[in-house]
């Protein structure tokens, strides 16, 4: 089955800590976005890619990385800089970068303890 | 820049109720229009789409039309049922925008009962 796999689905970490959420997709899309969902809100950019090594920030990327070394796959790090890393990640990926839908794995909860 | 307004929530309805949930948008450009279901803990599930005006997009008994001069996508279903209960997401896409992201709404926590 082809689909988008977020791991883990839990995380928790501690307040200075760097961690790594994990995006693989076997749809062979060429584009790959994360967004973060706060409670209550809609969901907000955080980085995107449109092709292998490439990527640019979206709306609230400050405090956060990404790296885009194969297709398949986009992992997202959140780092100490990010103040209020609390939230649910979603990870996205679409055809391309028109107009096209996107499908989502099925997202990462961070808790900073 | 481009934005989306969805009604707030939650809604409640009785099983079999009509369904409407008002999403209207602002874009500079022609984007394509969507709503995303999410069930608890869970990922965003593409309900429907619509990519120009006029469209209809229509699934599993929901319906929205893409009204340019409305600049509307109101969602639509004839009779609910338990299984509905989730947040529903209007949502665009702007070809050239930050490589076509899309542009949330704030969700509308749809809640049937028996």
Redesign the interface.
Known sequence: DGG?T?SPKYLFRKEGQNVTLSCEQNLNHD?M?W?RQDP????R?IY???IVNDF?K??IAEGYSVSREKKESFPLTVTSAQKNPTAFY?C?S?I????????????T?LTVL | GDS?TQMEGPVTLSEEAFLTINCTYTATGY??L?W?VQYP??????LL?A?KADDKGSNKGFEATYRKETTSFHLEKGSVQVSDSAVY?C?L???GN?????I????TELSVKP
């Open positions: 988008i977020q584009a976005y967004y209550g809100q809609g969901l950019l995107y890619s449109q640019q979206g709306d979603l996205a679409s391309g970068t028109g107009r096209d839908e996107q499908f989502f794995g099925p997202g909860r | 989306v984007p394509s969507f995303y803990g869970e990922g965003l599930q593409l789409k990519t997401f949502a896409s702007d070809r930050q490589g076509g992201k899309l949330f709404g704030q969700g």
